[in-house]
T-cell receptor, first 112, second 114 residues
Framework: KQEVTQIPAALSVPEGENLVLNCSFT??????LQWFRQDPGKGLTSLLL?????REQTSGRLNASLDKSSGRSTLYIAASQPGDSATYLCAVLNSGNTPLVFGKGTRLSVIA | DAMVIQNPRYQVTQFGKPVTLSCSQTLNHNVMYWYQQKSSQAPKLLFH???????NEADTPDNFQSRRPNTSFCFLDIRSPGLGDAAMYLCATSRGGRGNTEAFFGQGTRLTVV
């Protein structure tokens, strides 16, 4: 059974810092991995999708990497801003017809 | 424009009174999911549809039912809500199959049981 772990559970950084959020998964035979952002009381916003054949994806200040063999992904946020404060969730898909399996998320606070 | 729309955003229901949450999508995706999320926890899958094929998670309580009358709409029915069912309910869609299977979520429905 696929299990997804995110470390740390919470992170507080000053504005302007670069930071890395970690995600690990137990079954490396994944189809893709997706990073989401969730603001308090809101739904999930998709940030980046990495297919199993890809090593990384970039969108603006965000860069997500994938190392399938070691069961790890990282989300790199450059030059953090207070508006980046949210919970970041990692989820994996084992096949095109199976549901996403989520980690518990990392709650990020960026202090002005 | 919102692609996955959940209604209502906030729902208050009485203990034991049936309640229905709705989800609609404009993406024409094959797969629709219902997740339950409690505070500071990962979303927990309740069930999902691949087209009309219904897949119920083993630990989803019988109290929870779902309907998907067509591609665009999916409903979550809670027959007799208990206090423990208070949570955020998230609907998501994806294309399924092979290729780009990116999942898209609605804004969620916050359910309060009084």
């Amino acid at each position: 059974k696929q299990e997804v772990t995110q470390i740390p559970a919470a992170l507080s950084v000053p504005e302007g810092e670069n930071l890395v959020l970690n995600c690990s998964f137990t079954d490396s035979a994944i189809y893709n991995l997706q990073w989401f952002r969730q603001d308090p009381g809101k739904g999930l916003t998709s940030l980046l999708l990495i297919q199993s054949s890809q090593r990384e994806q970039t969108s603006g200040r965000l860069n997500a990497s994938l190392d399938k063999s070691s069961g790890r992904s990282t989300l790199y946020i450059a030059a953090s801003q207070p508006g980046d404060s949210a919970t970041y969730l990692c989820a994996v898909l084992n096949s095109g017809n199976t549901p996403l399996v989520f980690g518990k998320g990392t709650r990020l606070s960026v202090i002005a | 424009d919102a692609m996955v729309i959940q209604n209502p955003r906030y729902q208050v229901t009485q203990f034991g009174k049936p309640v229905t949450l709705s989800c609609s999508q404009t993406l024409n995706h094959n797969v629709m999911y219902w997740y339950q999320q409690k505070s500071s926890q990962a979303p927990k899958l309740l069930f999902h549809y691949y087209d009309k094929d219904f897949n119920n998670e083993a630990d989803t309580p019988d109290n929870f039912q779902s309907r998907r009358p067509n591609t665009s709409f999916c409903f979550l029915d809670i027959r007799s809500p208990g206090l423990g069912d208070a949570a955020m309910y998230l609907c998501a869609t994806s294309r399924g199959g092979r290729g780009n299977t990116e999942a898209f979520f609605g804004q969620g429905t916050r359910l309060t049981v009084v």
